[in-house]
């Protein structure tokens, strides 16, 4: 069993920064891919960021090419997702996932074993 808890989020302005993180519980940690997702109200849940096992791969979605970073301590446990130049568009919760055993990151929700509970992001205007 993993446990996913995020943290870090917030209100801030637009054009502003923030850090997510994300603390994993378990030994599966180190070989699990990991990805950031968000859903806004009355939207779907879109695909943010993914960072590979070993961290040596990322992936992003279109809408946070260059603003966004996914990066990852395996011997904190933990997943962080940097957000600058953030614009109100990108108010949403954002969840982190799990993906256990070594596999390739990957950008659909349904390829995660595990999820967050969730931080809330709001970016005023």
């Known amino acids: 069993q993993v446990q996913l808890v995020e943290s870090g989020g917030g209100l801030v302005q637009a054009g502003g920064s923030l850090r997510l993180s994300c603390a994993a519980s378990?030994?599966?940690?180190?070989?699990?891919?990991m990805g950031w997702f968000r859903q806004a109200p009355g939207k779907e849940r879109e695909f943010v960021a993914a960072i590979s096992w070993n961290g040596g791969n990322t992936n992003y979605g279109d809408s946070v090419k260059g603003r966004f970073t996914i990066s990852r301590d395996n011997a904190e446990n933990t997943v962080y997702l940097r957000m600058t130049s953030l614009k109100p568009e990108d108010t949403a919760v954002y969840y982190c996932?799990?993906?256990?055993?070594?596999?390739?990151?990957?950008?659909?929700?349904?390829?995660?074993?595990?999820w967050g509970q969730g931080t809330q992001v709001t970016v005023s205007s």
């Open positions: 996932a799990a993906r256990f055993g070594m596999l390739p990151m990957a950008k659909f929700s349904s390829d995660y074993n595990y």
């Open positions: 378990g030994r599966t940690f180190s070989s699990s891919a």
